[in-house]
């Protein structure tokens, strides 16, 4: 970052991450610019929490909190908008930190989806809405300022602090900063205003009635007051009739009105809430724009009393997945902000739960810290956990479809639960949904009157099982509960692993996340039923399920005898075992692993992540009934020494990795062995 000082001002070039943020925004088209006021006041009421807290916390800081309020100027003269707090104020190094850079985790994705929603938007592919909602997804709420304002300036003063900073640009390639002597304590963030109208239709903010609808539609639950000086006309003097009604004697007076109700939603029990209430609440305190799929209100009363109001969203927030995201709910304690992420109160497998949690028996100086060993945070976390679980649940049953959406989008975060929380473990397991072998059509009947409801039954198989529901259909002789992890379904549903388990009619779950690869070790067994991977160990399934062939057309073990034994030495830098399969009824080989190896995918994830493994070699499976492998076996009786059995015994071990979507040592010499004898 360059700069470029002239007396008390300095000018300064924004990052480049942030430059490009400002142009995709400035220049992209939103169907709702009135975000930039909900942004800015929410901003405002952190800072106002964020004081009062300070003040409890240290009584020498010497600020006054008995009027903590947010206030709108607005000119119509001058177009100009000013939203102004006496809140906790920032420091020069934090406005150059917050607001003129933006270096925070995630700048590289915001700004590649907002640059492909602006491409989809102009292409006619999405809405304009679906645009704007990227502005409270990413949290660039400061930054809307310039969908609305030529210039944006602010003036702040940290509390505790001598002199505050003032702050301006006008969005293009640089911002001033310079010392404010005289600012008040708090932030005003001044704006000039765009003219309304026009090609990008924007309302007037500096209008009256435009502000009183913004703030009564998105801020109305603020807990601070949300004030706006107004003009009206002073009451017609008593006296003389003619002299009340000569206009040129009419005056007005100025009076200061509260724009919004200040009623904090969680103590108002859920009759009396609206659900665009709830929305426009979930919206402020996660910063998205997408509705809330399921509103859950918790009271406790007695030993621990609390109130929660907690939400689960409909997408999935960008850095959901990332290592630096921020979890956990809003924390208060008896109304008064303690918090934005307690990550005390909810499991990482919860992470995309909003929400927030007003505990009336905790100190108000409570540390991260000490809420590690607090006995009422595990109390209240506990509850929170199992009342979430209930509801996604009742979701499940209830609203099927709208599950569907939210497993594909939380499914596999949920999962990590299975690994990490012993206690949840059934709860996670009773909403857990896993794709499986089970046929669309596996419902039907001869009856014409359940068609429809074979329908429903074969929609619901195609999108997924509970192990419950799995263990219901077991197979006459079925013990364990079969699975096999990949990279996609497709690459599962065509594993030569499936083949025997097809013919028999034994379902398989199908599992692809990365996730899979962990918890079905961790978990063990549902119900006293194993868990069992259909890729290691030796699979035998006599007994289970219908035979697909009479065991006395079954070839004889003891005739291959010699060549696995030869396999097994000409592949023995490759396999550390080759013998016959009774999971393979259509391939020729496949690659299997014993029965505590780590699966491929694993081993991948976890050279990924830095972990330097061993080289492990895998177990060759043999078909016998395979026309190839009764040649080979033909060709290594008559001459075992013969150049082609090597190259073929190679081919068959290449094939067998690719199959079960495995990455071969030398690629080069596979397709260079494989066109030489074609």
């Known amino acids: 970052m360059s700069s470029q000082t002239s007396g008390a001002a300095e000018t300064r070039e924004f990052q480049a991450e942030t430059r490009q943020l400002l142009d995709l925004m400035i220049h992209s088209i939103y169907s709702n610019p009135d975000t930039f006021l909900r942004e800015v006041i929410s901003n405002s009421s952190d800072a106002l929490d964020k004081l009062r807290l300070a003040a409890l916390q240290d009584s020498s800081l010497g600020v006054d909190t008995s009027d903590l309020h947010i206030q709108l100027d607005a000119d119509e ?46 292409a006619g592919e999405i809405s304009e809405q679906a645009t704007a909602d990227l502005i409270g997804q990413f949290g660039i709420g400061f930054y809307s300022t310039f969908m609305v304002a030529d210039t944006v300036s602010l003036v702040t003063r940290k509390a505790g602090e001598p002199v505050g900073t003032r702050w301006t640009s006008s969005g293009e390639d640089t911002y001033t ?28 903010y500096a209008d009256e009635n435009t502000l009183r609808r913004v703030v009564r539609t998105y801020s109305d639950f603020i807990a601070w007051p949300i004030r706006m000086e107004v003009e009206r006309p002073a009451p017609e003097p008593e006296g ?37 209430e709830y929305s426009e609440f979930y919206r402020h305190i996660s910063h998205a724009w997408d509705e809330p799929l399921e509103t859950i209100t918790l009271k406790a009363e007695g030993t621990f009393e609390y109130q929660a109001l907690l939400f689960l969203p409909t997408q999935a927030p960008f850095d959901l ?8 709910v809003q924390l208060y304690v008896r109304r008064v902000f303690i918090m934005d992420d307690c990550e005390e109160l909810v499991p990482p497998f919860l992470r995309f739960v909003k929400g927030i949690v007003d505990a009336q028996d905790l100190s108000l100086n409570v540390s991260r810290e000490i809420l590690q060993q607090d006995r009422q945070i595990r109390s209240i976390r506990k509850r929170l956990v199992k009342r979430v679980l209930q509801t996604i649940e009742q979701l499940r049953n209830d609203r099927p479809e709208e599950f569907r959406g939210f497993w594909t989008t939380f499914g596999a975060v949920l999962k990590e639960g299975l690994i990490a929380d012993v206690e949840s473990r059934d709860q996670l397991l009773a909403v857990s949904t896993f794709a499986s072998t089970r046929p669309a059509d596996a419902t039907s009947t001869d009856s014409a009157d359940s068609v429809d409801s074979a329908d429903a039954d074969a929609d619901t198989a195609d999108f997924g099982t509970t192990i419950a529901e799995y263990v219901e259909r077991m197979v006459e002789g079925q013990e364990e509960i079969y699975y096999l992890t990949g990279t996609s379904r497709a690459a599962v ?23 899979d690869e962990v918890w079905v070790d961790a978990v063990g067994e549902v119900d006293g039923k194993r868990l069992r991977s259909v890729a290691k160990g030796d699979v035998d399934l006599s007994g289970i399920g219908s035979d697909a062939q009479d065991p006395a057309d079954e070839p004889d073990a003891a005739e291959f005898a010699d060549l696995l034994t030869w396999l097994g030495e000409e592949l023995e830098d490759q396999v550390k ?13 496949c690659m299997v692993g014993d029965e505590f190896d780590m699966t491929p995918q694993l081993e991948a994830m976890y050279r990924a992540s830095g972990m330097e493994l061993p080289a492990s070699k895998r177990i060759l499976e043999l078909n016998p009934s395979h026309p190839l492998v009764e040649r080979l076996r033909g060709q290594h009786a008559t001459d075992p020494s013969a150049a082609e059995l090597k190259d073929t015994a190679r081919l068959i071990a290449g094939a067998a990795v690719l199959a079960e979507g495995g990455k071969l040592t030398d690629p080069a010499a596979f397709a260079k062995l494989l066109v030489d004898r074609i």
């Open 77 to 122: 003269q001058a177009r100009t908008l000013t939203i102004r707090d006496n809140g906790i104020g920032m420091s020069r190094d934090e406005v150059v930190d917050l607001i003129g850079t933006l270096a925070k985790s995630g700048t590289g994705q915001m700004r590649e989806a907002l640059a492909a929603a602006r491409s989809a938007q102009e």
């Open 177 to 204: 900063i310079e010392e404010a002597a005289d600012a008040p304590q708090g932030t005003s963030v001044i704006l000039h205003l765009k003219p309304s109208g026009g090609d990008a239709a924007l309302p007037d």
């Open 240 to 276: 003389d009739d003619d002299e009340a009604g000569d206009p040129a004697a009419e005056n007005t007076i100025t009076e200061t009105v509260t724009l919004n109700s200040q009623k904090a939603l969680w103590t108002r029990p859920k009759s009396e809430v609206s659900e665009e």
């Open 321 to 328: 997945f990332s290592q630096d995201a921020k979890r956990g």
């Open 493 to 515: 549903e065509n594993s030569p692993h499936l083949e025997a388990f097809r013919a028999r009619g034994v379902e398989v779950l199908i599992l692809t996340d990365p996730v």
């Open 577 to 589: 075992q080759v013998r016959l399969s009774h999971r393979l009824t259509e391939s020729a080989a």
